[in-house]
């Protein structure tokens, strides 16, 4: 439109002539014209956060009650510092929700971090109660094979339940299997001084591999294909 008092061609939809600030008269026979600032639109709401999610809440707690465990520990001055023990529970109880029961991690890495995390757990409980727990070999000896062999089983058991609906378990019962060899590579280096539990560890991951290799091969090597993009 054009401004009546200064004669300018006015080329963006406005009221006010940038000029001489005369008020513009629109003519209604001319097509409209872009505006001359971008419109302004209705801020979206954004979704509402809420702090008491499961997780935190579990956090709350397990603070409270270590608190706790710590004063009455320290407070009844007993010898045996119990309640690192506790701490060490309640803390594997958050890790377990959060990477584990709420997380989008493969079934093998799960299990790998449940089997570290309890190892760590009774490692602690070796040095709290050294003066019960006399033999030291015993958490590589024992506990590191009979844990691996039921991450392994259990693993291996709903795999072959559900294999038809989530072919990706056979994939990492596969690699969890694997990890029942490390026993018996400890006791090849030295680290572990009984046999026994390491080599009946490997048995057991090697007849799961041989099971899934078998019964399994079609599902795994399509799994393994579409991974690895063979």
């Given at each position: ?5 200064c ?8 009221r ?17 014209l ?31 009650l ?8 320290f ?5 045996t510092k ?9 803390m ?6 959060r990477?584990t029961?709420?997380?989008n991690h493969?079934?093998w890495?799960?299990?790998?971090w ?7 757990i ?16 015993w ?11 039921v ?6 058991i ?9 072919k ?12 029942g ?10 680290l ?39």
């Amino acid at each position: 439109m054009r401004c009546k008092f200064c004669n300018v061609e006015v080329d963006c939809e406005t009221r006010i002539c940038p000029l001489c600030h005369e008020k513009l008269v629109p003519d209604e026979t001319q097509e409209k014209l872009s505006p001359a600032f971008p419109q302004r639109t209705a801020k979206s709401k954004r979704p509402l956060r809420t702090h008491f999610t499961p997780t935190n809440i579990y956090l709350a707690l397990s603070c409270i009650l270590f608190v706790v465990a710590i004063a009455v520990n320290f407070g009844m001055q007993q010898p045996t510092k119990w309640c690192w023990i506790v701490g060490a529970v309640l803390m594997y109880g958050f890790l377990t929700m959060r990477n584990t029961v709420m997380s989008n991690h493969s079934a093998w890495i799960k299990a790998f971090w449940q089997i570290v995390m309890i190892c760590l757990i009774l490692w602690l409980a070796q040095v709290v109660f050294d003066d019960i727990m006399t033999d030291t070999n015993w958490l590589l000896d024992l506990a590191l094979p009979i844990i691996i062999m039921v991450s392994v089983l259990t693993l291996g058991i709903i795999s072959c339940i559900v294999v038809r609906k989530n072919k990706a378990l056979l994939y990492d019962t596969l690699f969890l299997s694997l990890i029942g060899f490390v026993p018996l590579i400890l006791y090849a280096v030295g680290l572990v001084k009984s046999v026994l539990a390491s080599a009946i560890c490997a048995g057991l991951c090697a007849a799961v591999l041989i099971c899934v290799v078998i019964f399994a091969r079609k599902e795994l090597i399509a799994e393994m294909e579409r991974r690895l993009h063979w």
